[in-house]
């Protein structure tokens, strides 16, 4: 089977974003890399993709825990505390889990050198059709290594139910007269089975249809451009300044429909994210609680502006705690409830909250980026590496400020500055404004942050939260009995990424190409 004459990128190609960019050293500079060359040399070529592809997905899976473990660490050993006995028994497990056969690394091993080795060299299609070819392949591996994944049982996704007794014609239950056997129970074992659930995968699968979809409509848009003929309408400035506009503002689009589903999910149904996303998202926002449970309420209709259905306790302590005049929190005489109450002791200007949001939302992230870039250029420590990660930091920092800024400043707008004005006053309006209004606009807003990052970074960033804004809208488990679905939209999805990959490396875009690239190269 012929290969693609053009070498394929590395990882670390240039229109990577700073911030995830790996700085990899060439062959002729670096000696640790020369000796991995004839490591790779002695590995034959068919097996070289799956190697490089369980290398990689067991350093990605084991890294990050090794990273927690060991911070956790250092944490109570600078604290004083006493050290854990069972440090070096948990770094041992977390290396050996990575080697179980049912996690990532074998998946990655059998997806990547899968679709090499069960490409069929002879058949006639592949002779016919090198694509069709390849695509059978990939979609063949893909389904072996989801399948791999997905019979791994979690507790998560395993539930014990008591099913109910059921008592046949021939068995009559006991009357008053009856006596029962004292060595028998007085009421018969429930009996018990386990049952199993799907969704494990959900978020691979999103993935993986989310970066075919890309890389499908990404080709019909450059097969567009190449094959349209060169008519006035298409070369005018206009028809020129649509394009760039399509062009420039489709990832810009997609991060901020993405933001703009999760945040609903996150302040309405946070259930339906995963636990840790859920959790990073609490931890940004840095809101009271129970403001966000007044405005679930006013949307279910538990609190109710103009009518005492006893919500007055939830905000009238929350303004006991800042100095507020209680009846702020009250819904018969606070309708609605001030915007202050909303800047959490901010004062009353929405325009001063959303300063002090940004400048406070900037410092949290800026001690949580700068250690990342930090570790990006460690091993090439100079001063130009020291200001690339810096200003890396500044605008990756200054971008997820923008972002909680403006989905506070959204919710201002639409109960201060914009939404009387638009809707009205009255209880009923004010009812709709807290009852989603607000939340939607700040929704909407939050994700038009993206403008402030470069070109690069827009596309990986928008390819990584469309697939979490898709799984808003599905099940996090399902029946077991339609995992076949999945599977199959996994596999095909995943086939499509893998051909392109193979047949054109730029088409598959991010931070996913150069790795694709630099895996699946012979």
Request: aromatic share 10%.
């Amino acid at each position: 089977m012929s290969r693609p004459s053009q070498r394929a990128a590395p990882p670390a190609a240039s229109g990577l974003p700073s911030s995830l960019r790996l700085q990899l050293p060439t062959a002729r500079s670096a000696s640790n890399l020369k000796g991995w060359k004839r490591v790779e040399n002695r590995i034959p070529p068919l097996l070289r993709p799956l190697v490089r592809a369980y290398l990689l997905g067991y350093v990605s899976s084991v890294a990050p825990r090794l990273f927690t473990l060991v911070s956790k660490h250092v944490i109570r050993v600078k604290a004083g505390k006493k050290q854990q006995d069972d440090f070096v028994e948990s770094f041992i497990n977390i290396l050996r889990g990575g080697m179980d056969w049912q996690r990532f690394p074998t998946f990655c091993a059998v997806l990547a050198g899968g679709s090499t080795l069960f490409e069929p060299p002879h058949c006639p299609m592949s002779l016919e059709n090198g694509k069709l070819s390849r695509w059978f392949g990939s979609f063949i591996a893909a389904w072996l290594g989801i399948k791999l994944l997905q019979s791994k049982r979690t507790p998560g996704f395993t539930e014990t139910i008591t099913a109910p007794t059921v008592m046949n014609g021939e068995t009559s239950s006991p009357t008053s007269d009856a006596v029962l056997d004292p060595k028998q129970d007085a009421a018969p074992k429930q009996p018990v089975r386990t049952v199993h659930y799907a969704g494990r995968t959900l978020d691979l699968t999103l993935f993986a249809v989310t970066r075919a979809l890309d890389v499908i409509f990404g080709e019909l848009w450059s097969q567009y451009k190449a094959r349209r003929p060169a008519s006035p309408s298409t070369t005018t400035a206009t028809g020129r300044l649509t394009e760039a506009l399509i062009s420039r503002l489709t990832d810009p689009t997609i991060f901020a429909l993405s933001s703009a589903l999760i945040m609903w999910t996150w302040f309405y149904q946070p259930s339906r994210l995963p636990r840790a996303y859920n959790k990073w998202i609490t931890s940004a926002a840095s809101v009271d609680n129970r403001l966000i449970d007044a405005l679930r309420r006013c949307r279910s209709g538990i609190l109710v502006y103009g009518k005492d259905t006893g919500q007055a306790p939830l905000l009238g302590s929350m303004c006991k705690d800042y100095d507020w005049p209680e009846a702020w929190g009250d819904p018969v005489k606070a309708v609605p409830f001030p915007c202050e109450i909303v800047h959490m002791g901010c004062g009353p200007s929405c325009e001063r909250h959303a300063l002090s949001r940004f400048m406070r939302s900037f410092k949290w992230a800026f001690t949580m980026y700068l250690p990342l870039n930090l570790l990006l250029v460690l091993r090439k420590l100079n001063w130009k590496a020291l200001k690339r990660a810096l200003v890396s930091a500044c605008g990756s920092s200054a971008f997820l400020g923008a972002f909680i800024t403006l989905f506070y400043y959204g919710v201002c707008l639409a109960r201060t500055r914009l939404g009387p004005y638009i809707v009205g006053r009255d209880a009923k309006a004010c009812q709709k404004i807290d009852g989603g209004l607000c939340v939607g606009t700040g929704c909407a807003l939050c994700g038009w942050s993206i403008l402030l990052e470069n070109a690069g970074r827009r596309k990986d960033m928008a390819l990584f939260v469309a697939p979490r804004a898709l799984a808003t809208l599905f099940p996090r488990r399902y029946d077991l009995k339609k995992q076949w679905r999945e599977t199959v939209v996994f596999a095909a999805s995943t086939a499509v990424v893998f051909t392109c990959a193979l047949e054109n490396t730029k088409r598959v875009r991010g931070v996913l190409g150069g790795v694709l690239a630099g895996v699946l190269k012979p």
